[in-house]
């Protein structure tokens, strides 16, 4: 029976959606109480020093008193961050198989849209990057401790600026356990789909996220056949592609990436336009649109757009107007040619 390409971007969407609530989830339990502790930490620190120098501009004065300051900021960001590292672990050890089982079944559900055949649930279990990645986490709130310490420094410090640098060493423990979850969530439930697509002798299709970066969309709608990986090195942005590179196994391509490779034959039927086209037209229209994120810069989105301009032919003319405004340019006659190409 033919697939609809709508349905499946439904059902992919669907999927993102339960991917997501759980890296919420986990990124959540992960942190605790970490993210109002330092929180606190800083506003009581501020007051602090206010009460002991008369404003948060003012030069410390009292070298005694900045001592005590210091001692009671480093004894917390001690605890907190010893508190946080031990629960982290200890979090993200306990969510990777349900990472793996959520890629497992949704891998299965997929196959059973696109094919009209359902895949039996298979048990995978963590692989050993994974669990190194959980691994990691403990070592990342620790280096983030020491570097907090350091700048907590009786010698380094001689206004409010030095101590809140030191406490935003300390808050940066939080966001490094929250994009380590997303990074155990999303790559268990790739891990999970990838060794279903191997178990059934297919290939996989990259589906970017809503709000990819230049480089995981120049992965959407590419297939890597059973048992391959994807080329690596690509991107819409010439200054960021990169030649000779091994492939990569699939996403995450990078922290906090959300992207998805599901199971995929070329074998199956579509009803009006194929799945993998679909998705690539998602592609070029988030790359016209030009609209940077937070971790990529608006030159890298313009020099992105330029290039679909300059490659692509048969742009829905939504997408061809956006990408001429975005970069500014005139359209430039061409073909299409692949975004990895040099």
Do not use: K
Not at 178 to 198: E, F, K, M, P, S
């Amino acid at each position: 029976m033919p697939y609809v390409s709508r349905d499946l971007i439904r059902l992919t969407d669907d999927h993102a959606e339960a991917a997501l609530a759980l890296e919420q989830e986990t990124a959540d339990a992960a942190v605790g109480s970490a993210d109002t502790a330092t929180t606190a930490l800083v506003r009581r620190m501020l007051t602090a020093w206010v009460a002991a120098f008369g404003s948060p501009d003012a030069e410390a004065g009292d070298p005694g008193i900045v001592r005590r300051l210091l001692a009671s900021a480093r004894a917390a960001v001690r605890r907190i961050l010893g508190q946080l590292a031990v629960r982290a672990g200890n979090v993200l050890t306990a969510v990777l198989p349900d990472a793996v089982a959520l890629g497992v079944r949704q891998a299965g559900e997929t196959i059973a849209a696109a094919a009209g055949r359902p895949r039996r649930a298979s048990e995978v279990r963590p692989g050993r990057e994974l669990a190194a990645a959980v691994g990691r986490v403990a070592e990342m709130v620790r280096e983030r401790r020491d570097r907090a310490l350091a700048l907590l420094h009786p010698e380094r410090v001689s206004r409010w600026s030095d101590v809140l640098a030191g406490l935003g060493a300390a808050r940066a423990a939080v966001a490094a356990v929250r994009a380590q979850a997303a990074l155990v969530v999303h790559t268990g439930a790739n891990d999970g789909g990838r060794a279903v697509a191997d178990a059934a002798g297919l290939g996989r299709l990259w589906v970017a996220e809503a709000d990819a970066c230049v480089n995981c969309l120049a992965y959407a709608g590419r297939i890597a056949p059973v048992g391959t990986g994807f080329p690596g090195g690509l991107s819409w942005d010439p200054r960021q592609r990169r030649t000779g590179v091994p492939a990569v196994q699939g996403p995450p391509l990078h922290p906090n990436c959300r992207c998805r490779a599901i199971p995929w034959s070329v074998r199956w039927t579509p009803s009006g336009i194929p799945f993998p086209e679909a998705v690539q037209r998602e592609a070029d229209r988030a790359i016209g649109y030009g609209r940077a994120r937070a971790s990529e810069s608006r030159a890298a989105r313009v020099r992105a757009a330029r290039e679909l301009l300059r490659t692509g032919e048969d742009l829905l003319p939504d997408v061809e107007a956006r990408a001429r405004a975005a970069s500014h340019e005139r359209p430039v006659p061409g073909r299409r040619i692949d975004p990895g190409a040099p």
